[in-house]
């Protein structure tokens, strides 16, 4: 009853529906099953130090260069990127609007064992962690890691932020706690 959560949940409740969903052929048959099996472990790269909670304010680049994306910038509070396999995460495909600050934003897959990903614990006073920084300085990724559709990210991240919380486990992780005020 007082198990941790699984390891791979981003993996499973998220990156799994969202390929299924959203992903090409490609990304399903090298993703979907090791997801799974828990040969690959995920995290959600969204959260930025100067965005605050306005998602919408991410300002990590993706520039395309050929069949490449090539990726500079930091997102914060990444759960478990130290023992992570890949990310999926927002990047700004094509320059800031003004009018709509959720337009042209993409959703790619990074592998965090590439050249130039850099992840920074981020300690808690007892030295232990699970929050992180993650770190992307002249990353290349495969134009094939684009998920969906390239600057429908916003969009994409909602309906992934929405398989993340749905489903019973959501509603049952908290019976324990219901119990508990019952017996007392």
């Not at 791979?8 to 390929?19: A, D, I």
């Not at 998602?55 to 990444?78: E, P």
């Not at 994409?156 to 992780?173: C, K, M, N, V, Y």
Request: glycine content about 10%; proline content about 5%.
């Amino acid at each position: 009853v007082k198990a941790p959560p699984i390891m791979n949940y981003v993996g499973t409740h998220m990156v799994g529906p969202t390929l299924i969903q959203l992903g090409t052929e490609q990304q399903r048959q090298e993703h979907v099953e090791k997801i799974l099996t828990g040969e690959i472990i995920w995290c959600q790269g969204y959260s930025e130090p100067n965005a605050g909670s306005d998602l919408a304010a991410i300002q990590t680049r993706a520039v395309k260069q050929g069949d490449k994306w090539l990726i500079n910038g930091q997102k914060i509070w990444t759960s478990n990127a130290h023992v992570c396999h890949y990310m999926v995460t927002l990047v700004r495909t094509s320059p800031f609007d003004g009018k709509s600050k959720h337009a042209g934003l993409s959703q790619l897959i990074i592998d965090l064992h590439a050249p130039g990903v850099t992840i920074v614990p981020i300690k808690f006073l007892t030295g232990e962690h699970h929050y992180n920084e993650v770190f992307f300085e002249n990353v290349f990724v495969p134009d094939n890691m684009v998920v969906g559709t390239l600057g429908n990210g916003w969009a994409q991240g909602l309906a992934e932020l929405a398989f993340e919380r749905s489903g019973p486990e959501r509603i049952l992780s908290t019976f324990p706690l219901l119990d508990e005020c019952i017996q007392e």
